[in-house]
């Protein structure tokens, strides 16, 4: 015989009750309760008057059956996830641990066989491709996922089934990239084609959509990448070798802007176009800047003078352009030359040396004032890049 105190005993009895109390409340918490009628004398009314007590009426009976409809499609929903031995209503709660979203579609395949999900992924696959002949990606997009949401529940038990889901939803992954493309959504372009890559890396349209999502963001070294890998593959491929052939354009047509843009800071015309060009191009240009700004101090082993750059440039450039006049003064005939050239050959053969050295001496005077002007660019070019430092500093 077990023993036990009294305050013991009421504690257990409190416990119970209290338990009792909390299973009476969840078996009535969805108990309707009888509503109370009403009942509104009619009075007497005559052939003018109208009855607004029968429209309310109405209109209380329709509200009631909206009532009942809208209980009864709770109950049903209720029924599903609640675990308590009541009736079901509008007032269950969920258990705390539990997951809002509905998982009966989930389930619905995952409970499905192997074969089952493979035949219903192609089935959404050949819609898709339906849907995609008719230009409507959109809808293409959705069957391709939805192919593909067959296979998250997948689990192949032999390889030959596994051939076959990668059978299928390599294709489906490769139809979803050239939908994406055609919507240009390169994000999900270049997602889809490695998701592809993973069931098959020698997937030569991943790695060709790949490489136009990168082609069209301007990521020349990512898209020559994915296109030369595609190329090692299929090299006679005509969609590969026309994406390269655009790759090549795209990149001199770069180089020549790039260019141009370093011409125009150089001559101090892009003080004007910096703000309104494009932070990639900035950096671009500013690297142009610095590579020509390289060599023309590699060009141009010492500083000039200011004075040589002001006034007194244009007389050096006369003085350096004297001797041409001189020599063409030189080379003009005298009367009688040619009949005496004919008639004494040594003395032709001094004149040429005298012109060919007359031209080497021109040539280079031409190469000294080439580098006095190259001189005079360079300081424009740091009067330039000091006038923008102290601009933006």
């Known amino acids: ?13 409190k416990l119970c009750d209290d338990y009792d109390k909390r299973k009476k409340a969840e078996k009535e918490q969805n108990v309707k309760k009888a509503e109370k009628k009403v009942e509104v004398k009619k009075e007497g009314r005559t052939v003018t008057q109208i009855d607004y007590a029968k429209h309310e009426e ?10 009942e409809q809208e209980y009864e499609r709770k109950k049903m929903e209720a029924s599903q996830w609640c675990t308590l031995d009541h009736e079901h209503g509008p007032n269950c709660k969920r258990p705390p641990t539990s997951c809002s979203h509905d998982h009966q579609k989930e389930w619905q395949i995952y409970e499905k066989s192997t074969e089952e999900k493979i035949k219903a992924a192609d089935r959404f696959r050949l819609e898709g491709n339906e849907a995609y002949r008719k230009h409507n990606y959109g809808l293409a997009s959705v069957q391709y996922r939805k192919a593909l949401l067959q296979f998250d529940y997948t689990f192949a038990e032999t390889d030959e089934l596994e051939k076959q889901v990668d059978a299928v939803k390599l294709p489906c992954l490769l139809n979803l990239a050239a939908c994406k493309c055609q919507q240009e959504d390169w994000d999900e372009v270049i ?15 991943a790695y060709y959509r790949q490489g136009l999502a990168h082609l069209a963001r301007d990521n020349f070294e990512l898209a020559k990448d994915a296109l030369m890998s595609a190329h090692e593959i299929e090299p006679a491929n005509k969609e590969v070798l026309a994406s390269l052939q655009q790759l090549k354009t795209k990149i001199e047509t770069y180089k020549i802007r790039r260019r141009d843009v370093a011409k125009e800071m150089m001559s ?17 240009a500013a690297e142009a800047v610095a590579e020509v700004a390289e060599v023309k101090a590699e060009v141009v082993p010492e500083p000039v003078p200011q004075s040589v750059l002001g006034s007194s440039l244009q007389p050096v450039r006369d003085d350096l352009l004297a001797p041409e006049a001189q020599l063409r003064q030189r080379r003009a005939p005298e009367t009688g030359s040619a009949d005496a050239g004919r008639h004494c050959p040594e003395q032709k053969i001094s004149e040429e040396d005298d012109e060919e050295a007359d031209e080497e001496d021109a040539r280079r005077q031409r190469k000294t004032l080439n580098c006095l002007l190259m001189a005079g660019l360079s ?14 500093g």
């Open 379 to 392: 300081l424009g070019l740091i009067s330039v890049s000091a006038s923008v430092i102290a601009f933006w």
């Open 58 to 67: 109405t209109v209380k009976e329709l509200d009631r059956q909206e009532k």
């Open 268 to 284: 101090g015309k892009a003080e004007v176009d910096v703000g309104t060009v494009s932070d990639d191009t900035g950096e671009a």
């Open 191 to 205: 997602t889809q084609c490695r998701l592809a890559l993973e069931v098959n890396p020698r997937a030569v349209k």
């Open 1 to 13: 015989m077990t023993v036990t105190s009294a305050a013991a005993y009421e504690l257990a009895r």
